[in-house]
């Protein structure tokens, strides 16, 4: 089996997305099958099923859906994660449901991902989940986008159809602004072009499927400029034995965007205070520079105050900090968000209160067009709202910066997680109190 | 690859750490679930990189079946008392007798049993999050696993009810008497806890390198002969899992590729006896991990059960 053992290779993580029955689950199976990742006994296992269920057809479906109502319902609860190699990189698989009730799970398999494939049944063409899962990739700012144009051969494989389809999208793609968008026709019922390139579309000529996953470069899709490093835990060793470290003081977070350098200008916000990099220390020893996203622990030349929550960044590119938040939000849970409402708002590595003082507008799904005047937001509505918090955040706009310019709400009493949330570009940047501080 | 890129392990790795600070900042009393086999073996490595120079802060927590290997046993011991670290071992004959679990006659594995013990281990010493080294390509009901997994008061998860998890931002917030276990290896694959293992230079106990053993057949696959029973008026803790007359026996090169217990892990074939030998023998594999665990082919939904009823 073709497993990189010896190179290091990168990781792509993308998600499936598309309505019921538009193959989804299909298809993984299917690049899991033809890329021969899949194992005897898990072979079987389908053989077995097939058997019993499928009236001896095999359901590559039956793959990822994992649970026991999934396997009954033939449809998918959950997302589920898949993982597969091939000598070139390594694929994290989000498989994300397509019910409207579960859209949720979209965009949680979503947030993390470099790339979406959202799948279109060739005979519908766009339907409105395809229009909603364009526009949540496009909103959560997903860098890459494949276009699965799904079940040519029902079609018999006609480029015309192909062709409408794309037409259809690219109506709307413009007030989406994505920048990287691929259209691939397929079957994945009969692995045309999933893995193999297909003899039935010799009028399409760009890659399989797996062969863009295979090349998509992803090199630039961390944010690399302007430095942040959320404190997410104070190190302090207890009772030293080692003397050196009676004194060691480290912070310890995942920068979240931007290089340290020892020796550089850093200031700790909110407080404002400015010190120098004295240590990047890891377990493996001390570094001279670090980037997002490795986890690292920063020893500063003076002894300031500094906490979880607090955000040490850099001199250039600076952040935003304030109370008053302007932002997108998914609304994630059946009780509604209304205007007055307190939630915890968790952002970075720090957690505050923060009341609704607006709903802007709910976007609508099909249209894109924002509709004013929105008295609530409720499950798997998106739309533009104002917040205050009860503390300021230190944020950068989502579209910057993925890890700062995104939070979630929390509600109080269920702890249950309502809403995914996405930060616009501060108004201001903060305002350094000490001159020296920019270079 | 420019210079400000990650390879699959440190990704993998940043990621973890990333979790385990998570958990070391937002709760009271988390402990680190260290059972010795190799994906808890990675996990101290990520504890001791994501906590050092600072004391690893948590203990370590063992829930015993008391079928377990030996060697294994040993080297867990002997880990711990490396690190500085507390472990705290429950076990299963305990919790029997005390009354909080009661074998069943019918079943040989002592799975299901490990639930009461290691919710009774969570109540004693009011845990509010174990750190476990499960990872979502071992099981089709794993997959579906949040990292941040939500039990409730009884210790249930609830496939269908879980809270969406979202870029890196985990919701840890509990109220009482529910609590949180937290998958820092998710996104690990077999082979990357063997790649991490060899590019750390990890040690691992010595029955995952192949070694002389005798087993005897059952259920398709090769089971290790339980240690004798030591006639010590008590009944015999492997009754059931000792070769039947019937049953072929052998002495064979062998090694574990997962480890449950002595009851339920089947030994493989194998003359891997280096990590690197280990790794080229995963590439090459044809049967995924977990199909040398009896405790898994009951049903198909046999970890789905265990895991709604409170299991790791």
Redesign the interface.
């Known amino acids: ?1 073709p ?1 990189p ?1 010896h190179h ?4 792509l993580r993308f998600n499936t997305c598309g309505s019921v029955d538009d193959g989804k689950s299909t298809l993984i199976g299917r690049l899991l099958y033809d890329s021969k990742n899949l ?4 072979i079987e ?1 389908l053989e077995r ?1 097939a058997d019993i269920t499928g009236g001896g057809q095999i359901n590559l479906a039956n793959l ?6 999934e ?1 009954e319902q033939g449809i998918t ?7 597969f ?1 091939t000598p070139k990189r ?1 694929f ?1 698989v989000a498989d994300t449901p397509g019910h409207v009730q579960y859209t ?2 979209m ?2 398999g979503a ?2 991902a470099n790339l979406s494939i959202v799948l279109v049944d060739a005979r519908q063409g766009v339907i409105e989940q395809s229009r909603r899962h364009t526009c949540i990739a496009s909103l959560l700012r997903i860098p890459h986008l494949v276009i699965a144009v799904n079940k040519m051969d029902l079609v018999d494989w006609s480029e015309e159809r192909f062709i409408e389809i794309r037409d259809q999208f690219e109506e709307f793609l413009p007030r989406l602004d994505m920048k990287d968008v691929k259209f691939l026709p397929m079957s994945a019922l009969n692995g045309d072009n999933v893995v193999d390139p297909s003899p039935k579309t010799p009028w399409y000529t760009g890659p399989t499927l797996l062969g863009h996953l295979e090349s998509v470069h992803i ?1 630039s899709d961390w944010n ?1 400029s302007g430095f942040r490093l959320p404190v ?2 104070v ?4 009772n ?1 034995t ?1 003397p050196r ?1 009676h004194d ?1 003081r ?1 912070f ?3 920068i979240a965007g931007g ?1 340290v350098k020892v020796g550089q200008k850093v200031m700790v916000l909110p407080s404002g205070l400015v010190s120098r990099v004295k240590e990047i ?4 020893g001390p570094l001279q520079e670090a ?1 997002c ?3 690292i622990t920063l020893v500063l030349e003076d002894d300031i105050d500094v906490s ?1 929550g607090d955000m040490i960044i850099g001199p250039d590119n600076l952040p935003g900090a304030s109370t008053e938040l302007h932002a997108k939000v998914c609304w ?1 849970h059946p009780r509604p968000l209304q205007r007055g409402r307190k939630y ?1 708002l ?2 970075t ?1 720090q957690t505050v209160q923060a009341v609704v003082t607006e709903i802007e507008d709910r976007i609508n799904v099909s249209t894109f067009e924002p509709e004013p005047d929105a008295p609530e937001l409720a499950l798997n509505d998106i739309g533009e709202i104002r917040l205050k918090a009860s503390k300021p955040l230190i944020f950068d706009g989502y579209a910057t910066n ?2 700062t310019g ?3 709400l ?1 509600e109080q009493g269920t ?3 309502v809403a ?1 949330g996405m930060l616009f570009p501060p108004t201001e940047a903060v305002k350094p109190e000490y001159t020296d501080f920019s270079i | 690859m420019n210079s400000y890129h990650l390879d699959h392990l440190q990704y993998l790795e940043t990621e973890a750490i990333h979790v385990m600070r998570e958990v070391a900042a937002e709760f009271e009393r988390p402990a680190l679930l260290f059972s010795g086999g190799k994906d808890s073996i990675c996990m101290l490595r990520l504890a001791e990189k994501a906590f050092r120079p600072s004391d690893i802060p948590m203990p370590f927590l063992n829930i015993e079946t008391g079928h377990e290997f030996p060697e294994l046993l040993e080297f867990r011991d002997r880990r711990a008392k490396e690190l500085g670290s507390k472990l705290i071992v429950r076990t299963v004959d305990d919790a029997i007798a005390r009354g909080l679990a009661t074998a069943s006659t019918s079943e040989i594995s002592r799975n299901r049993l490990q639930i009461p013990v290691l919710l009774g281990a969570i109540e004693e010493f009011r845990f509010d999050c174990c750190i476990g080294g499960a990872r979502r390509d071992e099981e089709k009901a794993r997959a579906k696993e949040r990292f941040f997994s939500f039990r409730d008061g009884f210790g249930q998860w609830d496939p269908k009810n879980q809270r969406p998890e979202i870029w890196n931002l985990y919701n840890a917030r509990l109220s009482p008497g529910e609590n949180m276990r937290v998958f820092p290896l998710s996104n690990w694959t077999e082979m990357d806890v063997w790649e991490y293992i060899r590019r750390e230079k990890l040690e691992v106990p010595n029955i995952y390198f192949s070694h002389e053993r005798e087993c005897f057949r059952r259920g398709g696959q090769w089971l290790p002969i339980p240690p004798p029973h030591s006639d010590n008026g008590q009944p015999d803790p492997y009754a059931g899992a000792r070769p039947k007359p019937n049953e072929k026996r052998a002495k064979l090169i062998v090694r574990v590729r997962t480890i449950a217990d002595m009851i339920s892990t089947g030994m493989i074939e194998s003359r891997a006896d280096s990590v690197d030998d280990i790794v080229a023998e995963i590439a090459a594999a044809r049967v995924t991990e977990r199909g040398t665990r009896a405790d898994d082919k009951s049903s198909e939904a046999a970890m789905e059960d265990r895991k709604k009823a409170g299991y790791f």
């Open positions: 089996m497993v053992a290091p290779v990168d990781i194992m005897e006994d898990q296992a099923s990822t859906d994992g649970l026991r109502a396997r609860i959950d997302v589920a994660y898949r993982y190699a390594k994290i949720r799970n965009v949680t947030s993390t090199g690399l997410q835990w190190n302090r060793p207890n030293p080692d470290l060691f480290g310890s977070g995942q290089i220390w890891t377990y493996n980037f996203p490795r986890s979880r994630m915890f968790k952002h590595t993925r890890l995104s939070f979630i929390i702890n249950a997680t995914a």
